[in-house]
């Protein structure tokens, strides 16, 4: 028998983390439109997710247990540590939260939150005028804040995959995409050929090469 109670069990932490992040993500995002709020609790209920797992019962273990234990023996699975599965399944020597995945994770959230709040700062500069978000982020993708969303949640899934965060992740970007979809339609009828340009001009949601690197396209 392993005794968990040290490293999960912990419901407090878990209800602590997801309202610190959800507060942080809010305080970025800033949802006001019934779609905003569909979107950020979307991305509300992957942290819940998360965090149930990373503090409160480790299913994600318990279900894979068998198959971890066979073909990694020397790991203890219920460890807290463990709970970081890419860093044990490559063993990597060193404490996970210094690892090269937990390493990438924090660059992930930390860009997508910076994407996130960057974005919001120009549509909220766009809407109070009346017009159409090309600056800051926007220059470089017409739906930044869904990009931050999405690195936001990659962040944390490779920091501590989990089975239900895994099946959520998809329909998450699926769901992010079809709003995006419903929201050009809505540009496309309120600015119309200005948009059609935008749209032309700038990808939707992986910025071209050339926006990255601040020089110009070269004209076709």
Do not use: C
Not at 34 to 41: I, L, N, Q, T
Not at 50 to 69: D, R
Not at 98 to 127: C, E, K, M, N
Request: net charge positive; aromatic share 18%; charged share 10%.
């Amino acid at each position: 028998m392993h005794d968990v109670t040290s490293a999960y069990g912990l419901w407090g932490y878990a209800l602590v983390n997801a309202a610190v992040f959800i507060i942080f993500a809010f305080s970025f995002a800033k949802p006001k439109t019934a779609r905003d709020w569909r979107s950020f609790g979307a991305f509300s209920a992957f942290l819940v997710a998360l965090f149930a797992e990373m503090y409160g019962f480790p299913l994600t273990i318990y279900m894979l247990s068998g198959w971890l234990q066979s073909r990694f023996p020397g790991v203890d699975w219920f460890s807290h540590d463990a709970g970081h599965l890419l860093e044990m399944m490559f063993g990597w020597k060193t404490n996970p939260h210094f690892g090269p995945f937990h390493v990438l994770s924090y660059a992930l959230i930390g860009a997508g939150f910076w994407l996130t709040a960057a974005a919001w700062r120009s549509l909220y500069d766009a809407q109070r005028t009346g017009q159409l978000a090309t600056a800051g982020a926007y220059a470089s993708m017409r739906h930044p804040q869904y990009v931050g969303f999405v690195l936001v949640l990659l962040g944390f899934l490779i920091q501590w995959p989990t089975l239900l965060t895994l099946a959520m992740f998809p329909m998450l970007v699926v769901m992010y995409v079809r709003l995006s979809r419903s929201e050009e339609r809505e540009a496309l009828a309120q600015f119309g050929d200005a948009y059609r340009e935008y749209m032309h001009r700038v990808p939707a949601f992986v910025p071209r090469w050339a926006a990255l690197t601040g020089h110009p396209a070269a004209p076709v």
